[in-house]
């Protein structure tokens, strides 16, 4: 262990540790925007300065290791003076468009501006520098025009999905987030898991299916389990009146982390889908109590007894009953086969297996784990 | 699953997915296109190679993605893997890599295991799988030699006719480097659905109760005869790939369907249509008129994971909450009601047991039913809503209440005590290619689609992407065929015959097609045979001999018989 004195108080502190961790740790609160816990550390935003005494200029808390003896002011006039500089800076290259912009009020860059009061100065750039959605990836929104080249996405695409998509390129003023080699993300060979829009910490980029549908002070979340492979990724369902609008990482997701692919991020539209089953449905040979008509399938469409006829719950699960009840009579339990369903909750998997084994009476139960 | 419970009582994942990226020296990954089947856990396997340095192996008839990855790529030809493991096996002994002390302690059956391994030698490995010799000794080594080594497979081990035996070899091989009971190590499948481990664990099966209580047993029967307040049919029902023919011949009248679409994933779709068509009553609970549905006679609309409350069981045993965001549209509802209000119809009139505790279907919620579960599922005992909403992380086996679950199985003992060595002989596919038939096709699915695709394909953006079937082809072959950009194939099998936009790409070594069945149009499933692995019941979806054709340029796709 060693012994620091972080504002004014001394404190000890394990070797190795950085500033920023050990203020966390202590419960002060250095501000950050390209920092990220998941990420390796870069110190190239500059808003987490803060001033060691004895040090000829201001240190990044993310990437400046304690040392025995270091006195640290994290929140000083000359700190503090500096991060609203740094915010002006950005916020000059920064189209101020928080009214129409997605990720207001989840904006890192906008929190710094309210908490720090710093508004885009007067001599700030005006208008746009790129196209706006310039990427045609259909899940996530390319505004380059917010972008504080912070350097997340590239990080969260080479650390977390290692698939090194985004790329910096160009220097100084002309400095650029590109995928590939300037080229479009899906030619960049992005596996679109939008990891990068989890870890942006502005509007620069955005998931586009969710555009313009709510923001986060309108939003419901909701922490839920993936629906589609076994990895059990957990995330949060954002719901607005009613209606999936959109899937946000959940940092404490046991198995994934912020961590999710195309699918779980993106493939939640079809449960909106104008397809879905909204009522029991049932052939009209069984509504008018007839046999089932041997009719060939090609021949199904044509025929009124087949003719599909939207009913009641009551009347549709008694016709099932009274058709599952008849087999079973007429041909022992056994005639009867069950197949339940790996995509179902637990307890609908059970639910499906007492269904068979006590009310049918057969083990003829199975799902698809074979195909 | 079949193979694990027979080598070491228990067939499950062994390890946690966290603890083989975290822990694992080497990984061998052997019919697993992990980045796109399991991209989470593909992403922790390459942050693992780039960040540990962990030395990967993949063994793949395929070039897939996560080859860039591995340093060793050993590429052997569909339907070829008993004889891969036996060679690298025989020349881990051969060096005297194996763990002599795991071996002696915690396993039994070795000689007569070895004494088959002895009789493949690398050169006649190397003939029947067309790995090299050289990368059979480079793989051997670094198994050998570095550890635990984390061993993960999928359906392009089990999806054969020796797919059960596959499984067993990768026991052996397991425990042959002692890497059993370990972290980083273990036997770990990747369970492909989202709740397929849960759907085996809760009774999903002909031979199970749930927790995997066997029907044949006397005393699992009069155990669940006394819950639920009836005799209980002592005999092994039948699989899926058993119900559907089972409808021809007679033995099948009717069907209840929860989600599932046989049409699209079932092998050999024609024979498929021709047995739905005649079962005498198909009830189907689904979220949408799937391929499935024109067979259907009754259709009642369920619920998606976004609509309901409960709890799915992922790959690695773990039991997760899911909760209900949104409402099911109209008058859909959750899947467990339905079930509850159908046995309630059916139950009428008829006389349970009246002391029997769980006879009742009287739920208000999944939690009433949870409960059940603990009390009737031993490994899902202590699993409860309430731990799990109070942020619990649990994986089974759980049996109490103040259990914390049980991250790595067979620590220290196996679960049927000693470990089993299977002596594996190599047996090849069912349909090796012909004259005729002259390519090896293999299926599976793709990054962007799931399964049958009745959701990805009502994914707008997905199918912005991938919007129609593609069939990856060689480039050696495409230029015998004359097939250059845009242009179609016509893939034919003794069973029936796809048209699709052919994607050239040395993804697939020449001689080798790989096709999907996400798109009803284009199904590999047309071409698919019913020939089962005849313990596990698992159709050969990996080999399937076929011819391919040149159809030149046309729009749409078209399904035509043979």
Known sequence: MISITLNGQKIEAREGQTILEVAREHGIRIPTLCYHKDLSPTGNCRICVVEVKGARFLQAACVTQ???GMEIETHSEKAVASRKRTLSLMLANHPPDCLTCDASGSCELQDLAYEYQVEVPAWGAKGTRYPVDSDPNPFIRVDMNKCILCRRCVLACAEIQVRDVWGVAKRGFEEVIVAGAGTTMLEARCESCGQCVAYCPTGALTNKMSYGLGRAHQIEKVTTTCGYCGVGCQFDLQVRDGRIIGVASNPNAPVNGMALCVKGRYGWDYIHHPD??????????????KEKPKTPLSERSASALWEWVETDWDTALGLAAQRLGRAREAHGPDSVGVLTSAKCLNEENYLMNKFARQVIGTNNIDHCARL | MAGLATAFGSGAMTNSMDDIAANAQAMFVIGSNTTEQHPVFGTMIRRAVRQRGVKLIVADPRRIDLVDFAVLHLQQKPGTDIALLNGLMYIILEKGWEDKEFIAARTEGFEAFKE???RYPPEKVSEITGVPVEKLYQAAEIMGTVKPMAVMWAMGITQHIIGTQNVLNLANLQMLLGNMGVPGGGTNPLRGQNNVQGACDLGGLPNVYPAYQKVTSEEARKKFEAAWGVPLAPHVGMTVTEMMPGI???KIHALYILGEDPIMSDPHTEHIRE?????????????????TSHYADILLPGATFAEKTGTFTNTERRVQMVHQAIEPPGEARPDWWITMELAKRLLEGRVLAPDAPYASWEYSSTRDIMKEINALAPSYGGITHERLEAGERLQWPCPDEN???TPILHVGKFARGLGKFHPIEHIPPAEEPTDDYPFVMST???LYHWHGGEMTRRAKGIMQVYGQALIEINPEDAERLGLDGGKRVRVTSRRGSIEAEAWVTERVPPGMVYANFHFPDASANELTQAVLDPVAKIPEYKVTAVKVEVVGETAGATRSKV
């Open chain 2, 275 to 291: 047995c739905l068509e005649q079962v005498d009553f198909l009830l189907l609970q689904e979220i949408f008129p799937s391929e």
């Open chain 2, 116 to 118: 088959t391994v002895m």
């Open chain 2, 403 to 405: 259990h914390p679950g």
């Open chain 2, 248 to 250: 021809l011949e007679g």
């Open chain 2, 444 to 446: 599976g699915r793709v």
């Open chain 1, 66 to 68: 304690v040392w025995d």
């Open chain 1, 276 to 289: 879905r089953l909204t009522k029991p449905m049932v052939r009209r040979y069984l509504l008018e109590g």
